[in-house]
């Protein structure tokens, strides 16, 4: 958590120094100023909600009312708006957390892994060159997702609830690979990585081997796209799971292609990888997570 102490005490100074200048002025103060003690928020009922459902079982704290410096202000983005706050961590409770949480046989193994802090955006980040950022981890302690003002339960909104879930797992796939890093050979699957992701569309880019456009930028990148997509489905679609074979089969060149292959054997890396760093069996986990976000849309 940052705390933003110097602007209060610089603001404490410059009175104090006031104050020594010119001894024949009295200053009288009804109530403490804004910001130095003074103001205090009431506690809602998504307090309440975030106190128990995410504080107490997996110490997580999260921020949405927005404080100074917390986050990166120069880009547009807006405030989550309160109605929405609850909801959309209702769902990422139940399509991410929970079958993690039932694979895994407790919560224990989130608790341990999962970013101490989870702060809210409204909307999502746009980048210069036309990116959009939905979600960030910084250094496995914090992570940020956008985007909450579009969250929806319907099924004809189901790409939102998908890309929530995609942001989710792929964010906690970057927190895995730091805690254990993922084979120096993956990144030799398909090596040709380039900074012009965003010129690419995905379909294009799983016809050159990788999951995604974004895939396409840095092997990290790539891991934790086959990850989240392997576990949450392709982003678009209108109704349900869009299912990651149904990519495989129709956007690759079929399995006789070699972007086809080339994709299948990132997936056994991935199935590898989570079987020997952290004991879990991938593809349980990803029959979980389709069952959750299936059974979630109303």
Not at 141 to 164: G, H, P, Q, V, W
Not at 275 to 294: E, G, H, N, S, V
């Amino acid at each position: 958590m940052k705390l933003h102490i110097f602007p209060n005490i610089v603001l404490l100074l410059l009175l104090a120094t006031g104050w020594s200048a010119c001894k024949k002025e009295t200053v009288h103060l009804d109530q403490i100023p804004v910001g130095l003690g003074g103001d205090s928020t009431a506690t809602t009922s998504s307090d309440v909600f975030i106190h128990d459902s995410l504080t107490i079982p997996y110490n997580i704290a999260v921020y949405y009312k927005w404080q100074p410096g917390q986050l990166d202000f120069p880009y547009e983005i807006v405030p989550p708006r309160e109605a929405q706050v609850e909801p959309a961590l209702r769902a990422l409770l139940a399509i991410a957390f929970a079958p993690y949480n039932d694979q895994t046989g407790s919560t224990v193994f989130l608790r341990k892994y999962l970013p101490k802090v989870l702060k809210l955006a409204g909307s999502a980040q746009y980048q210069s060159n036309g990116s959009m950022i939905l979600g960030q981890a910084e250094g496995g302690t914090s992570m940020l997702l956008y985007e909450i003002n579009s969250f929806s339960r319907l099924a004809k909104d189901s790409a939102i609830l998908k890309e929530m879930g995609h942001t989710m797992h792929h964010e906690f796939g970057h927190i895995l690979n730091q805690n254990v890093v993922f084979p120096v050979s993956f990144k030799q699957i398909t090596p040709a990585y380039t900074g012009n992701w965003y010129n690419i569309a995905d379909q294009e880019a799983r016809q050159n081997g990788f999951i995604s456009a974004y895939a396409e930028s840095d092997p990290r990148e790539d891991f934790v796209e086959m990850v989240a997509t392997m576990l949450i489905g392709g982003r678009n679609g209108q109704s349900g799971y869009d299912d990651y074979e149904k990519i495989m089969a129709e956007q690759t060149g079929g399995p006789n292609s070699e972007s086809y292959a080339l994709l299948r054997a990132k997936e056994a890396m991935v199935v590898d990888y989570y079987a020997r760093a952290w004991k879990i069996d991938f593809y349980a986990l990803q029959a979980r997570c389709r069952r959750a976000l299936t059974a979630y849309f109303q």
